[in-house]
Each structure stands twice: as C-alpha cells, then as structure tokens.
C-alpha cells in the first residue's frame, strides 16, 4: 500500500453539513472507510467509523440542507459528540489504519472531495487538533474518477455505471456515501490494476 500510493493511505470520507459554508456552517455527521490491500494488489474497503457531531457554538443550520440531509440535530438520540471529541474518534482509528499499512500520512478521498475536505480543516481549525491525519490539501475526488472510467460524474449514475446498485433512500447520511464512495473508489483502482495486469502479459507474450 505504502508504494502504491506513495507514502499515503487512501481514506474515503463523507461530512453531512447544515450547509455549504465550511466556516459557517455546521458539521454534523463524519464517517471514515479505510483501504486495505490484499497480495495481489488489490484494495478494499476496511470497517467504516462514524460520529454524529453536534453543532458547533453558533453554528449556522441551513433549514435546506437539513431537509436534504433528514438531520435532526436536536434529537438526543443521535448520540452526537462535540467536534473536538468526534474528530478525535475519528482521527484515531485513521491513524491506527495508516500505521497497520505501512504509510505515513492518510490522504481524503471523497465525492466531490474539497467539500469534504474543507469541513475537516474547519473543525481541525475550531478545535485546535493538532493530530490531524490528512494531508491538509491533497485528496483523490471520485467525481473526476467516476468520469475517467466510466463517463459518469455523479455518484449514483457513476456507481450505477460501475455495476453496483444505488439506494437513493440511504443517499445523504455520511455512513451510506462514505461506504459507497469506498466501494467506487476500489473498483476503479482495482480495473486499473487489471488492466496492467492485462497489459504486462500481453508484454510477457511478446517477449517470448
């Protein structure tokens, strides 16, 4: 894993938000899918982690992106945690998962990542977390990814177009997109290792 990706272990995150404004706005939902590698050069997604996050002091609630989202952040059972404890939940098993690969550093993948990744400094920056896993400007964004294999830009047509199935009910909750968003990002990495491993063969055939 370590030479595949230079250093960095791919870690799919999806942020559910009450907006657009990752400096207004406030983070509600994180989950987190780790890739792991099997001996063939294959990836996969590894167990999800997840935290309901409540709103941060004076936090803006967009009562449209509540609606998208169907986040009720007031509902006590949710069982949400302060940013600077959710970060850390999440943090953590992040480091843990670069470490056991071998890596140094984790790198965001997301759909759309930038507005993923701008909700995570946000709240690395409001919470003062030092111990911050990401690389804090490069990420893999499954939207150009999704249009590089298979000409669909969108996630559900791209992971359609991918052969899986697409459950618009569970679209919008940081679990369900993180997974999916996984499940994506793996199958395109692993048709390109296909396609070197088709391609050194073919090579091998001709040498000899």
Not at 74 to 96: C, M, S, T, W, Y
């Amino acid at each position: 894993m370590a030479e595949r990706f230079r250093g960095f272990l791919p870690v799919i995150v999806d942020v559910e938000t009450g907006g657009f404004d990752a400096e207004r706005d406030a983070l509600l939902e994180i989950a987190a899918v780790a890739v792991g590698m099997d001996a063939q050069g294959f990836v996969h997604p590894l167990p999800t982690v997840q935290a309901h996050v409540h709103p941060f002091p004076g936090a803006n609630l967009d009562p449209r992106a509540l609606e998208i989202t169907g986040i009720d952040p007031g509902n006590p059972l949710r069982g949400a945690l302060d940013e600077q404890l959710a970060l850390e939940h999440i943090f953590k098993a992040v480091r843990v998962a670069v470490r056991d690969n071998g890596c140094q550093r984790a790198i965001l993948v997301g759909h759309n990542a930038a507005f993923d990744l701008g909700f995570v400094n946000a709240a690395v920056r409001r919470t003062g977390n030092k111990r911050n896993p990401f690389h804090p400007f490069s990420c893999f964004d499954t939207a150009t990814l999704g249009g590089l294999a298979y000409g669909q830009t969108v996630l559900g047509k791209a992971v359609q177009a991918s052969g899986r199935n697409f459950d618009t009910r569970e679209a919008h909750s940081a679990i369900y997109d993180a997974e999916i968003t996984a499940m994506l990002f793996c199958d395109i990495v692993n048709r390109w290792r296909q396609l070197e491993t088709l391609e050194r063969n073919r090579v091998d055939l001709d040498a000899g």
